[in-house]
C-alpha cells in the first residue's frame, strides 16, 4: 500500500521552496510576441531583464523588495511617458536578495529621478550577474 501512494507522487509536478525566499516586486514594462519585437521596443532602456513564459517575452526595467520602492520606481517610468505595471514574484537567490535590500535603502532616501534611474540600473546589472547566471 505505501509503495502505491509513494509511487503516485513520481511524476507529481511541484515547485521548489527555499527558506530563503522572498516576494520581490518586478516593473513590468511590456509583453511581446517574438524577441525581435521586444528587443526593437526596449531601445529606450539602457538596462532591463526579461523572460519567456507561455510564447510571450516579458520585460522588467526595475524591481524592490518594498512596495513603496517599486510604486516610487513606477511613478518616474510613468513622468517619463511609460506605462508599467508591478508584478509580484519569489526570489530565493540569497546573494541578490542582499544586494537589492542595500539598494532599496539608497532608493527609499531619494525622490531624484537621476539617482532613481542608476539604482535601477545598478540592480538589473546585478540580477543578471547573479540571477541568470544561475540558468
Partial sequence: MAYLLISSYDNAEGITVSKNAETVY??????Y???ENMENNMT?????IY????????????M???????EKIKEFYKE????????EKITDN????????????????TDEGDTISIICNQV???YEELVNDEY
Fill in 94 to 109: 540569497e546573494s541578490f536578495l542582499t544586494i537589492l535590500g542595500q539598494y532599496d535603502e539608497l532608493l527609499s532616501q
Fill in 64 to 70: 524592490s523588495k518594498n512596495k513603496k520602492n517599486a
Fill in 44 to 48: 529606450d532602456f539602457e538596462h532591463y
Fill in 124 to 126: 538589473l546589472a546585478k
Fill in 33 to 35: 510576441s517574438t524577441k
Fill in 26 to 31: 518586478y516593473i513590468q514594462r511590456g509583453v
Fill in 80 to 87: 517619463k511617458g511609460y506605462d508599467t505595471y508591478i508584478k
Fill in 51 to 62: 523572460n519567456v513564459e507561455n510564447n510571450m517575452y516579458y520585460t522588467y526595467i526595475g
